[in-house]
């Protein structure tokens, strides 16, 4: 069974403070994701990753950045986090050209 | 227009009842297609993906209509345990796939 985890499940951070969101997979999939939830809007892309080393933006890239070292791990920044960046955040993995995406647990965060 | 547009509901049917949910989307040249289900805090999860000739899978199944870009869930003989969020998710062509996800369905089943 593919396996995708997530670093935390709850976070609560202040307003300013830099935060990792950490993302990782076990089925050695190129592909990794990272989306926002909020109530009404569904899932909306981030940032997306198709190889180690490289990024690409989604739809909602702003006050984000990430990074992929590793074929494994995919990591969501925040450089200084706002309260509108409270949200539920969910990564996701796929192998190529496939469509088919396996999300981690999501983690919920709080910036007050 | 959305790209990918689902009824929000909430859908709320007694145990038992056939419901059945729409998805629409706006890309012709969309190639793969897949329903997941939420549930409440819970990360997606893939319930069955969308085939050109239809596909079932025991109570599910799923259709889709190219000549007029949607795609459908139906649900029979619905359980308690069906009650959840169904989002629908529609791949698009371009210089990198992207999954566009619809903002989902919410079912609640009643006894």
């Known amino acids: 069974d593919v396996k995708v985890t997530q670093s935390s499940r709850y976070l609560v951070k202040r307003t300013g403070e830099k935060v990792f969101l950490e993302c990782v997979q076990d089925?050695?999939?190129?592909?990794m994701f990272w989306y926002r939830q909020d109530p009404g809007l569904g899932l909306r892309l981030i940032y997306f990753?198709?190889?180690?080393?490289?990024?690409e933006k989604g739809d909602i890239p702003e006050g984000y950045s990430v990074s992929r070292e590793k074929k494994e791990r995919f990591s969501l920044i925040l450089e200084s986090a706002s309260t509108n960046q409270t949200s539920m955040y969910l990564c996701?993995?796929?192998?190529?050209?496939?469509?088919?995406?396996?999300f981690g647990p999501g983690t919920r965060l709080t910036v007050t | 227009r959305k790209e990918v547009e689902q009824d929000p509901g909430p859908f709320n049917v007694p145990e038992g009842a056939t419901v059945a949910f729409n998805c629409t989307y706006s890309?012709?040249?969309?190639?793969?297609f897949f329903w997941y289900r939420q549930d409440c805090r819970k990360e997606p999860k893939l319930l069955m993906s969308?085939?050109?000739s239809g596909n079932e899978d025991g109570r599910f199944t799923a259709q889709l209509n190219r000549a007029s870009q949607y795609i459908s869930l139906l649900i029979r003989d619905s359980k308690l345990s069906d009650s959840a969020t169904y989002l629908c998710?529609?791949?698009?062509?371009?210089?990198?796939?992207?999954?566009?996800f619809g903002a989902g369905t919410r079912l609640a089943v009643h006894p």
């Open positions: 996701a993995s796929s192998p190529p050209q496939r469509g088919r995406q396996y």
């Open positions: 089925m050695d999939h190129e592909n």
């Open positions: 990753s198709y190889d180690v080393k490289m990024k």
């Open positions: 890309n012709s040249a969309s190639q793969s």
């Open positions: 969308v085939y050109s």
């Open positions: 998710a529609v791949l698009f062509s371009g210089g990198y796939n992207k999954l566009i």
